[in-house]
C-alpha cells in the first residue's frame, strides 16, 4: 500500500510535466542559424549559376585549351554548340551525335548530314527573330588536329554561321600558359 | 483584467516561436544541391574569328570591294609541327621560330619568342589590327588557340582564319 500511494504521489506531483517540457525542448530546436548558412549559400549559389550553363560548361573526358583574351558572344546572336572529341563530334545542346572525326573527314555522308543540321540550325535561329545572328561556337580537344578544326570552321561558314568562336578555358598568367 | 492580458500576449509570442521550418529547409536541401550540381566552377572564354574570304586571297574579305579599301599591310602566322613562321608584307624574310626539343624527345612551340616577335611587329605597325593564321592539318588545336590568344594579346584583335595552300604535285 505504501508503495502504490509513493508511485501515486510522485506522478502528481509534476513527474508527467518534465516529459513534457523535454518534448518541447526539442521541437525548439534552434535552426535559425542553419537557415541563415543556407540563405547566404543559396543566395551565392543564385548569383553565380549560368543560364547558360549547360552550354558553357567544360563537357566531361574534354581537355579544353586555356587562353587569357576572353571575348563575349555577340549580343543579338544564339549559338549552336559544336563539340569534337577525339573520338566524336556532337551537335547541339541535345548532343546529338554525328559520327568521329575520322568519318567527317572521309565519309561525305557524315559531311552532308552535318552541313544540312547546321543549315536548319542557323535557318531556325533566323527565323525565329530575324534580328538574331547565328553564332557557332566550337569547344574541341586540344589534341585535336586542325585538319578537323579547319574543316569544321569551313563547314560553319558554308552554313550561314554569321560568327565562329572557339571555346577555351580562361587562364591568367602568360609565363604559365605560354613560358612552360 | 490585467493577467488575461498577459497570457494572450504570451500566447501569440509562443505562436511566432513555433514557425514551421521544415517546408522551407526541404527547398533549401533540394535546391543547394542543384544549384552546385550545375554552378560553373572552371571561367569559361570565347576567341572570335575572321573568315577568309572563299579566295584566300588578301585581307578585304569583302570580294571586290577590296581595291576600294584602303591596303592594310599583311601579316600572317604560319604554325608548323616544328616551327612557327611569321610573314610580314614588306618583309622579305619570314621570321623563323622553331620548336624546343625537350630532353624527353617532346617538342614545343616557343611561344614567348611569339610573343616577343608579335610586340615588336605591333610596335612597327600600329594601325594594323588584322593578322592572318594558317595552322597546318597535323598542328595541335591547343597549338593554334595559343597563338590566336598571344595576337589578340598583342594588339591584333582581328584574326583571320585561313586554309593552308596545299600543292599537289
Redesign the interface.
Known amino acids: 500500500m505504501k508503495k502504490i500511494s509513493y508511485k501515486v504521489n510522485r506522478a502528481a506531483s509534476g513527474g508527467p510535466r518534465k516529459a513534457r517540457g523535454k518534448i518541447q525542448k526539442v521541437r525548439s530546436l534552434n535552426i535559425t542559424s542553419l537557415i541563415d548558412i543556407l540563405t547566404i549559400l543559396l543566395v551565392f549559389l543564385i548569383k553565380n549559376v549560368s543560364l547558360d550553363a549547360e552550354r558553357l560548361t567544360v563537357p566531361d573526358q574534354m581537355a579544353l585549351p586555356s587562353s587569357i583574351v576572353a571575348e563575349e558572344l555577340e549580343k543579338s546572336g544564339r549559338s549552336v554548340v559544336l563539340k569534337v572529341f577525339t573520338d566524336q563530334i556532337l551537335l547541339g545542346s541535345e548532343n546529338m551525335y554525328v559520327g568521329t572525326p575520322d568519318d567527317f573527314m572521309t565519309d561525305t555522308d557524315v559531311r552532308n548530314q552535318l552541313l544540312q543540321f547546321m543549315r536548319e540550325q542557323s535557318a531556325q535561329i533566323v527565323a525565329q527573330n530575324p534580328d538574331s545572328l547565328p553564332l557557332l561556337l566550337i569547344q574541341a580537344d586540344e589534341t585535336i588536329q586542325c585538319r578537323y578544326i579547319t574543316d569544321i570552321v569551313a563547314l560553319g561558314a558554308d552554313a550561314d554561321f554569321a560568327n565562329i568562336y572557339f571555346s577555351t578555358v580562361r587562364g591568367d598568367d602568360p609565363q604559365l600558359l605560354y613560358g612552360s | 483584467m490585467a493577467s488575461g492580458v498577459s497570457k494572450r500576449r504570451t500566447q501569440k509570442g509562443s505562436d511566432v ?2 514557425l514551421n ?1 521544415m517546408p ?2 526541404n527547398l ?1 536541401i533540394t ?2 544541391p542543384m ?2 550540381m ?3 566552377t ?8 575572321n ?1 577568309a574570304a572563299s579566295g584566300g586571297e588578301g585581307a578585304g574579305g569583302e570580294g571586290g570591294e577590296a581595291s576600294d579599301v584602303e591596303k592594310v599591310k599583311e601579316i600572317k602566322i604560319i ?1 608548323y609541327t616544328d616551327r612557327i613562321e611569321i610573314r610580314e608584307e614588306g618583309v622579305s624574310d619570314p621570321i623563323l621560330i622553331p620548336a624546343i626539343f625537350s630532353p624527353d624527345g617532346s617538342t614545343r612551340h616557343d ?2 619568342a ?2 616577343d616577335h608579335l610586340t615588336e611587329i605591333k610596335s612597327r605597325n600600329e594601325d594594323v589590327f588584322e593578322i592572318g593564321i594558317t ?12 597563338a ?3 595576337s ?2 598583342r594588339g591584333f584583335p582581328e584574326v583571320k ?1 585561313e ?2 595552300r596545299v600543292m599537289v604535285l
Open positions: 516561436q513555433e521550418l522551407i529547409m533549401f535546391i543547394i544549384l552546385l550545375i554552378t560553373v572552371v571561367h569559361m572564354a570565347l576567341l572570335s574569328l573568315l604554325l611561344y614567348l611569339l610573343d595552322p597546318y592539318p597535323d598542328v595541335y588545336y591547343g597549338t593554334l588557340i595559343r590566336i590568344d598571344i589578340k594579346l582564319y586554309r593552308p
